[in-house]
T-cell receptor, first 113, second 112 residues
Framework: GAGVSQSPRYKVAKRGQDVALRCDPI?????LFWYQQALGQGPEFLTY????????KSGLPSDRFFAERPEGSVSTLKIQRTQQEDSAVYLC???????????FGSGTQLSVL | DAKTTQPPSMDCAEGRAANLPCNHS???????VYWYRQIHSQGPQYIIH???NNETNEMASLIITEDRKSSTLILPHATLRDTAVYYC?????????????FGRGTSLIVHP
């Protein structure tokens, strides 16, 4: 595709519900990053994949957060038992190398009620 | 990891140059300076990056001081569409991979 695609664009969840956020990176990009952005803040790193390998997950805030990229392309960020503090924009980015110029999607805005 | 410091907000008149400063006094010799911007409701967009030499592209110019402890992003003729949050980041390393770390950036408002 022409750019990084994320879906859904908006997600409203009830507290305690599980959600899955999808990221389609630019074709051929080996690196994929997930970030969380709270209102008025900069993006905060969550996790990083190089192809299918999750090389860094140090930013995941709790064990309720899980990310995967099984075939080295599409990635899914799953949040179990959502809490109100999980409300944020979740951004996905990909790059052709190991963290050079990143291309971001428009994000998924998650609202937990 | 080198940290960056940016003013929280700036404003600029349309058509004038916007000069956005960034302090990265702890930068190491092999770390690049990257600039991104984020327009409301969109993901960050890459602008430019550099190591030690000044750089220019179709979007902006990047001036890095000789000691590399600070840099300035220059938008030569700012337009209303340049209103955005601008992030200066240093490409850090983590186990051989590079994890871009964003701060709060500078909110630039371009006014008519």
């Amino acid at each position: 595709g022409a750019g990084v695609s994320q879906s859904p664009r908006y997600k409203v969840a009830k507290r305690g519900q599980d959600v899955a956020l999808r990221c389609d990176p630019i074709s051929g990009h080996v690196s994929l990053f997930w970030y969380q952005q709270a209102l008025g803040q900069g993006p905060e790193f969550l996790t990083y994949f190089q192809n299918e390998a999750q090389l860094d997950k140090s930013g995941l805030p709790s064990d309720r957060f899980f990310a995967e990229r099984p075939e080295g392309s599409v990635s899914t960020l799953k949040i179990q038992r959502t809490q109100q503090e999980d409300s944020a924009v979740y951004l996905c980015a990909s790059s052709s190398g190991t963290g050079e110029k990143l291309f971001f999607g428009s994000g998924t805005q998650l609202s937990v009620l | 990891d080198a940290k960056t410091t940016q003013p929280p907000s700036m404003d600029c008149a349309e058509g004038r140059a916007a000069n956005l400063p960034c302090n990265h006094s702890t930068i190491s010799g092999n770390e690049y300076v990257y600039w991104y911007r984020q327009i409301h409701s969109q993901g960050p967009q890459y602008i430019i990056h550099g190591l030690k030499n000044n750089e220019t592209n179709e979007m902006a110019s990047l001036i890095i001081t000789e000691d590399r402890k600070s840099s300035t992003l220059i938008l030569p003729h700012a337009t209303l569409r340049d209103t955005a949050v601008y992030y200066c980041i240093v490409r850090s390393s983590s186990g051989g991979s590079y994890i871009p770390t964003f701060g709060r950036g500078t909110s630039l408002i371009v006014h008519p």
